[in-house]
């Protein structure tokens, strides 16, 4: 059952970790909307029609929807500059200054895992007790179970918060 657990968490980390890197696209000018940030090559113009602008958008780098895989936070939730690419939010990472908030969403993202994980085992819990048909002992294994699973919810919700509040004063 532990395999398991392991191998559903490993599998969920990896997902999460594909579908929220962005992208660049390779057909926009730099400097223009959707394009990559830099500078443009002089008298050229954007798809649109526009002059190209050098400057980064800042946009705290999230994306629309809140958040990644199975409403995960992004990897770079907590970073400040970012430019869009392809209408999709691309962070602009400089080391060594932004490896603490990255951490700091990684982390997050570790902790909401164990938060599913601890909802999991409620659920496993719940069953154990279904299941139990009486037995004292059975019955008290649900329990225990239960309860420490809520325990663990409790402290994952506890540590999600105290990130947050890190991350946004770093930011």
Known sequence: M??????????????LLYFSVPTRAQSIPPGCPGGPAGPAAPGVLCPD?????????????????GGGFLGFPTWYKYLDNAEIIAGRCSPIVTFPDDITKILLAIFEIIIRAGGLAAVAFVIWGAFQYQTSQG?????????????????????????????????RSLG
Not at 56 to 62: A, D, I, R
């Open 135 to 167: 037995d004292p002992e059975k019955t008290k294994n649900a329990r225990s179970t239960i309860v420490n699973a809520l325990i663990g919810i409790a402290i994952t919700v506890s540590a999600v918060a105290i990130v947050n509040l890190i991350g």
């Open 49 to 65: 029609g526009s002059t190209p602008t050098p400057e980064p958008v800042s946009l705290g780098c999230q994306p629309a929807s």
């Open 2 to 15: 532990k395999k398991l657990i392991l191998y559903i968490t490993s599998l969920s980390l990896i997902g």
